[in-house]
């Protein structure tokens, strides 16, 4: 638990309806899609767009956060422009026009996360190890998002997934007003650029890494409830599956304020990307094995927790003082953005050129190469990491 001067619940109540949105979004957006008659190559451009908009949007207002010290302003804002922007959806859905409305509404509402997770470290002072306490919220409005929307779609039409999408946006939008803002510590005679940071051989290979991990999600994201509809998982089952891995996802939040000092920064990394190539690798040869698929999800505590949890605590400290903001958006920009779309596009390009165990071989070569990566390049002293 945090201390009494961290706004423990308002903090929690954004990740949890930010999460319930991405619950929303991630494994069923695709779907919707596909009920629009888009074929996979389609589908596999769009979701890319959401994730090529994280390349651009959070460095820009993370930039403009970082100058003006109104992080929680910038939350507000994009998160209203965010929901106005998504009501567009309902008004055609042919290809260019869902195209541009997804630019439009992923701009805002992928720049809202970044700056909160600032905010939130902020708040947090010297107990940053306790950020999973909080986050773990996040990951509970995805199962009950993810699990709830599975159920209802077994008895109605995909058209139910961007209403509720609407919803939720509302609800982050209020969220957004009950937070209070909190400044980074000004360090007055800190020396130096951002460039001198970005210069650093370690911040160079963590951003390759980060930029390689998410880049090996890419078919997941975009096609693995896809996979499972055309194996016959029906949509209860797709998002028990979804939830299970949040499910993991969250004991190792519940842990990591533990696992961090005793481990160190850089064995947890190893251990999260050597875990993500095995699950790509069970995924894509035992699709049909429920048991083995259970397995797979469960390693998201690695793939996924243990590996954001790490690298959130690496750029905090990494990035200091005034550079917070753009160091958060950085790691946003370079994996969940580049990273992610460039997984989700050329996932999309071969989905139905080549068989899907061989994507998943390559997503599992991908996140290995990122292992070898930080074995070799990314150290810290020990007294501050751990290694």
């Not at 902020?122 to 009950?144: P, Q």
């Not at 970005?198 to 890494?209: G, M, S, W, Y």
């Not at 698929?293 to 750029?315: P, R, Y």
């Amino acid at each position: 638990m945090t201390s009494d001067s961290v706004p423990y619940w308002r903090l929690s109540s954004f990740y949890l309806l930010y999460f319930a949105s991405l619950g929303v979004m991630v494994p069923y957006w695709g779907l919707y899609l596909q009920s629009l008659a888009f074929d996979a190559r389609a589908i596999g451009e769009l979701m890319a767009i959401i994730m090529a908009t994280k390349i651009i949007a959070p460095y820009i207002w993370g930039w403009i956060a970082d100058h003006t010290g109104k992080g929680i302003l910038i939350i507000r804002l994009a998160s209203i422009c965010a929901l106005v922007s998504f009501f567009a959806v309902f008004i055609r859905s042919d290809f260019w026009w869902l195209a541009m409305v997804m630019v439009l509404f992923s701009f805002f509402w992928n720049a809202e996360l970044p700056q909160f997770e600032a905010n939130t470290m902020n708040h947090l002072g010297k107990d940053t190890h306790k950020y999973s306490v909080i986050r773990l919220w996040g990951s509970m409005g995805f199962i009950l998002s993810v699990v709830g929307l599975g159920v209802l779609l077994d008895y109605y039409e995909l058209t139910l997934v961007p209403q509720v999408v609407i919803v939720l946006f509302a609800g982050i939008a209020i969220s957004s007003f009950l937070v209070p803002e909190k400044n980074g510590v000004v360090h007055i005679q800190q020396q130096g650029s951002i460039m001198d940071v970005l210069k650093q051989p370690v911040v160079i290979a963590l951003l390759l890494v980060c930029f390689l991990a998410q880049l090996s999600h890419g078919p997941y994201y975009t096609f693995y409830s896809i996979f499972l509809k055309q194996h016959n998982y029906d949509n209860s089952t797709l998002g028990w599956l979804w939830a299970l891995g949040v499910i993991a996802e969250i004991i190792v939040f519940l842990y990591m304020h533990r696992l961090m000092p005793f481990f160190g920064a850089r064995k947890l990394l190893l251990v999260a990307l050597i875990s993500t190539a095995l699950r790509w690798y069970l995924i894509g040869h035992y699709i049909d094995e429920i048991v083995v698929i259970l397995l797979a999800q469960l390693l998201h505590a690695a793939s996924f927790g243990l590996f954001h949890a790490v690298s959130i605590d690496m750029f905090h400290r990494l990035f200091k003082g005034k550079y917070q903001g753009r160091g958060q958006a950085l790691y946003s920009s370079i994996s969940f953005g580049a990273g992610g779309a460039v997984g989700s596009y050329i996932s999309g390009q071969f989905w139905d050129r080549v068989d899907a165990v061989f994507i998943f071989n390559v997503a599992a070569l991908v996140s290995f190469v990122a292992f070898l990566i930080t074995w070799k390049y990314i150290r810290f002293p020990a007294a501050e990491y751990g290694n």
